[in-house]
């Protein structure tokens, strides 16, 4: 390779501008290296601009004052009970060692405001070292006018986590704006948003630019790149890493502009490109059957960083207990054939009076359990019986108030979609049933075996509601269980679900420093990985909210801090 033509040089090659790899620039620059990142899209942000943006930090300064001191033993059993040998010891240790660390230095800098969460329990808070809050944090309302002219260059957020063609709200904010006619507090709530909208529409924004969620933490980190003069190239993807005869990767050849340019990256190239959802072979070599184009991952998340490393050397992680992060999807067919993909993630399922069925017209789930463990019952389910997809299924009084899906509740306009095909409607369970192509009488019995228990509060069949993690997710004005109510009098709807996804767990093998790993396991020098391109320091689980971005944030600062020590 010593006749390699470089066009440019730098120390350090970052691919891909989610948390991962802006966190690996960020400390790179901070470290006192030349740093570029290339972005493949004309956005910055990637997943993470259109998550939910919590982070799963353990041991974070925040946790004892947030009423959840945590300890090492105590994280460590839950993580052994929950991922166990899907991830090796050596990796879990160093993200726990390392996520404070990096939490401290990135708040330290300025780069990142971040609240621990008072309550929000583990997923599985039943299971021992479970907390109850503190561990998951969230970023800070941003306001998007500080990124200046280059907030347009900031990818917007999935349009499920916008009201009014583009405010972005946030559960707080949905329920002050259901009884904005009915509660001054909610209503002076609702006004102050509404007129802080339409002031952003007014001066010309293209949406709204109070940040939440993932939004906010990516327009955090952008800002911070800014701020340091990071410089990045956007519509830039890599074709292919360049090595020497040794096998230790020089840099990588990209295309700017229309030109193939050999960029030498002195100390190394991080890859971070946020997984392989949307590449079609692969999901089909790794995902369980059936499975189709239901991720809610940005479209161009291909794959191209673990392919690039795997061509350079780099071998895929394994033993994982699951190759993405599932979240049940509800579909839209839009006209031309576009569609429009909705996660359940934590509005509707959990709220008293929704249950889900197979294609039997049969319970089959904890409505109110985590988004991934909801499909991987999908996926038990379908063993036996038709279950992709599944359907949630309501009243018109849930509907009204709690709203399915992109049906939105409050009594907004829905026939659109029940003329799409996308929301069902039926006078009775029978007609409901019809629709639904289930058994009529298998449906009508489901439902009242579910209804005289969920009068009782009570759900014998599946324990809707017994955990905290549940309840914490229901209604809590609704007693005793406030993820339990009967379904009440017709009309009755339903959407059909299908196994989202919303990143992938499999990835490239690394090591504690963020270095991407060979068949032999040994380091590739000057290769590192982060976020999704990386094996899933989960191993493929979901303890939490906020284990993929933690992790992504996490490793892309080690990768940064090694970049700076590493030979060149």
């Known amino acids: 390779m010593d006749s390699i033509k470089w066009d440019k040089e730098v120390d350090a090659l970052v691919v891909g501008s989610g948390a991962g790899g802006m966190s690996a620039a960020l400390t790179a620059s901070v470290a006192g290296l030349e740093v570029l990142l290339i972005e493949k899209t004309d956005r910055i942000g990637g997943s993470t601009a259109i998550s939910g943006g919590a982070l799963w930090i353990p041991l974070n300064a925040q946790t004892e004052a947030a009423g959840h001191p945590d300890s090492f033993d105590k994280v460590w059993t839950y993580l052994q009970e929950t991922v166990g040998a899907a991830a090796s010891d050596e990796m879990k240790r160093a993200y726990l060692d390392a996520g404070p660390r990096m939490m401290d230095d990135l708040v330290a800098r300025g780069f990142l405001q971040v609240a621990a969460r008072t309550a929000s329990p583990d997923y599985y808070p039943d299971l021992p070292g479970a907390a109850m809050g503190g561990r998951s944090l969230d970023p800070v309302e941003f306001d998007g006018r500080k990124l200046g002219r280059h907030f347009k260059t900031l990818r917007d957020p999935l349009k499920e986590f916008t009201v009014l063609g583009g405010m972005m709200v946030n559960i707080t904010d949905v329920r002050h704006l259901l009884r904005a006619t009915s509660a001054f507090a909610s209503w002076r709530h ?26 906010a933490l990516a327009a955090q980190l952008f800002h911070a790149m800014l701020a340091r003069k990071v410089p990045y190239w956007l519509n830039t993807p890599a074709l292919a890493l360049l090595r020497d005869a040794d096998g230790a ?21 991080v890859m971070a490109t946020g997984g392989f959802p949307w590449d079609s072979t692969r999901r089909r070599q790794t995902y369980p059957h059936p499975t189709d ?3 809610m991952s940005p479209r161009d998340n291909t794959g191209d960083g673990i392919r690039l490393a795997e061509e350079a050397g780099a071998a895929l992680g394994q033993g994982h207990s699951s190759p993405a992060f599932w979240a049940p999807v509800s579909i839209l067919e839009q006209p031309g054939g576009k569609r429009l993909h909705y996660p359940h ?11 889900a069925v197979n294609g039997a017209g049969r319970r089959f789930v904890n409505e109110s359990t985590s988004y991934h463990a909801f499909v991987q019952a999908m996926y038990r389910s379908h063993e036996q019986v038709p279950t992709m997809p599944a359907f949630l299924l309501c009243d018109q009084r849930f509907i009204d108030t709690w709203g399915l899906g992109l049906a939105l509740p ?90 989202g996804d919303i990143g992938t767990a499999c990835g490239i093998a690394a090591n504690g420093n963020a270095q991407a790993l060979g068949a032999a396991g040994q380091p590739i020098p000057g290769l590192y990985v982060a976020g999704n391109d990386m094996h899933s320091v989960m ?30």
């Open 345 to 355: 993630l934590v509005w509707d399922r959990a709220k008293p009076g929704l249950i």
């Open 410 to 499: 409050g009594g907004r306009p829905r026939q659109h979609l029940i003329d799409a095909g996308y929301l069902l409607q039926g006078a009775t369970l029978e007609a409901l049933a019809q629709k639904l192509g289930v058994p009529p009488d298998a449906l009508h019995a489901t439902v009242a075996r579910y209804n005289e228990y969920a009068a009782q509060g009570l759900d014998p069949d599946f324990g809707k509601g017994s955990t905290a993690y549940n309840r914490y997710l229901g209604d809590p004005e609704h007693q005793p269980n406030p993820c339990l109510a009967p379904l009440g009098a017709g009309p009755y709807y339903a959407v059909k679900v299908y196994a």
């Open 190 to 215: 609702a006004m102050k948003l509404v007129l802080r909208y339409g002031a952003d529409r007014l001066r010309g924004y293209h949406r709204g630019t109070r940040l939440l969620l993932g939004n």
């Open 539 to 568: 191993g493929g689980a979901y303890p939490a909210p906020g284990i993929t971005l933690g992790p992504a944030l996490t490793f892309g600062w080690v990768a940064g801090q090694h970049l700076a020590r590493a030979q060149h």
């Open 293 to 295: 184009d239901w991720s």
């Open 249 to 269: 990767v020089l840099g990588a050849t990209v295309e700017h502009q229309g030109r193939r340019i050999n960029i030498r990256a002195r100390r190394g190239v």
